[in-house]
């Protein structure tokens, strides 16, 4: 018996203002004329919603490129579903905003690159900094929930103490401190980006610290880099558990990155209804449990606590999605990690990148 | 954020709210749910924003009429306190 998705992610579209050297959107952009319609993306929510599903997340690209946002929201509110927008906040005005809430959403993720504006310029490619730090005060004042999603890295850590401290002068009732993970465009950047083991260190200890500090006031998560971390994350819960993410194409995956493991088919919810994809399709079946698995997992006793760590990132760095998440230290791979870190150590980053750009 | 007194009305914070899952209520809330169970569901379903602590802990006392006021006022008291501090309930 495969238990039912209990959220549903869905890239509205890959359109974005933003250039953030560490999207984690596919190389290769899905082209605005692809996008799936109003109706479709109601007729998935629906679909989501009857097999089980609770949680509704519109991420991109920057999901208010679509002027279609409010019916979007509508759409899966009325069919129970709980809506949380991700949003780097660019397009969003007060008038936008409050017919947003009118139309049922629930929660707002607002991303910052950093708290200085020349900084957050410099990751994002653009402006926008402090058009997001009054949105924020605008976003407060809706009865919604408020989370602040801050990315740190190699760049912006060292000041990890300031980023906090402006977060909580924006009230949010969350604020989640994600350390870079390596897709996409993050994985071409990856050596500008891997914080150094010190940094990592200083950061845990100001999480703990403003932790304690604000608590009742904010609640922060923090998920550390896997990269210095002794197992592999449970990416997405395991594949085919708990999540399912459509492309703007209308692609179903099990996971944000899926789209790069070669020989992969993934069923289009143009094509097939949602819970045959989920229950039935290939690609979903094909990590899902513990059958697929090799040694050392196969009979580690972690293994059905991390599901072998990520398939994509098994494939981006091993060359194989099949084999345990080279971040394991039980992995035969985990030296291409340890090189990777290891890169990490010298004193000066190179700091010369690629935006994310629809041109790949 | 100290301890709720007995004037205060606790209430699901700003978007955190009650569904269904099958035949379960549940409380959503950004990236999450609880199934609330037993005493737990009874405390949050008199968390309506109206009820005062000091009316909760009467009515639920009422209810388990067996059981010890001051137990029941520390159990309302520190479940009230850990979803405060998750940020699903403010009082």
């Not at chain 1, 109003?38 to 002027?67: C, D, K, M, N, Y």
């Not at chain 1, 998920?223 to 990416?235: E, M, N, Q, T």
């Not at chain 1, 949602?274 to 990590?287: D, G, K, M, N, Y």
């Amino acid at each position: 018996m495969i238990p039912n998705p209990l959220a549903l992610i869905t890239e509205i579209t890959h359109r974005c203002p933003l250039h953030c050297v560490y999207c984690s959107n596919p190389l290769q952009l899905v082209a605005t004329k692809a996008e799936l319609s109003t109706g479709e993306w109601v007729r998935v929510f629906q679909e989501a919603s009857r097999l089980g599903v609770l949680h509704l997340h519109l991420t991109g690209g920057e999901p208010a490129a679509r002027a279609d946002l409010k019916d979007l929201i509508a759409g899966g509110h009325q069919t129970g579903l709980y809506t949380n927008l991700i949003t780097s906040g660019m397009g969003l005005s007060e008038a936008r905003l409050a017919s947003l809430v009118q139309a049922g959403l629930d929660h707002i993720q607002l991303s910052f690159q950093d708290s200085r504006e020349g900084p957050a310029r410099w990751i994002a490619g653009a402006k926008g900094h402090a058009y997001k730090a009054v949105l924020a005060q605008t976003i407060r004042q809706f009865p919604i929930a408020f989370t602040v999603n801050l990315v740190v890295h190699r760049q912006n850590l060292d000041h990890i103490e300031e980023m906090i401290e402006f977060i909580e002068q924006l009230h949010p009732e969350r604020v989640e401190i994600a350390h870079t993970q390596y897709y996409g465009w993050a994985l071409r950047n990856r050596d500008a980006l891997l914080p150094t083991p010190l940094q990592l260190e200083k950061c845990m200890r100001a999480v703990e610290a403003a932790q304690q500090r604000l608590a009742g006031r904010m609640c922060i998560d923090c998920v550390v880099s896997d990269y210095y971390a002794r197992y592999p994350k449970a990416c997405m819960g395991g594949w085919g558990r708990r999540l399912m993410l459509i492309d703007p194409y209308g692609r179903a995956l099990p996971c944000h990155a899926a789209g790069v493991i070669p020989g992969m088919q993934f069923a289009n919810i143009r094509e097939r209804p949602l819970e045959w994809i989920w229950s039935e399709s290939p690609a979903f079946q094909r990590f899902r449990g513990e059958d697929w698995m090799p040694e050392p997992c196969k009979s580690c006793e972690r293994r059905r606590e991390d599901f072998g760590g990520c398939r994509c990132q098994a494939f981006l760095i091993a060359g194989d999605a099949g084999v345990t998440d080279p971040v394991c230290y039980l992995s035969p791979d985990h030296h291409l990690i340890e090189v990777a870190r290891s890169a990490a150590q010298s004193e000066v980053a190179p700091v010369s990148w690629s935006y994310r750009t629809s041109k790949g | 954020m100290p301890r709720p007194s007995e004037t205060s009305q606790p209430h699901l914070a700003s978007g955190c709210r009650w569904s269904m899952q099958g035949e379960k209520r549940v409380v959503l809330f950004p990236e999450g749910m609880i199934r609330v169970q037993d005493t737990g569901r009874g405390i949050l379903e008199l968390c309506d924003g109206l009820r005062t602590v000091q009316e909760i802990v009467a009515t639920l006392a009422e209810r388990y009429n067996k059981a010890d006021p001051a137990r029941i006022r520390e159990d309302v008291l520190s479940f009230l306190e850990a979803l405060q501090r998750k940020r699903i309930v403010d009082y």
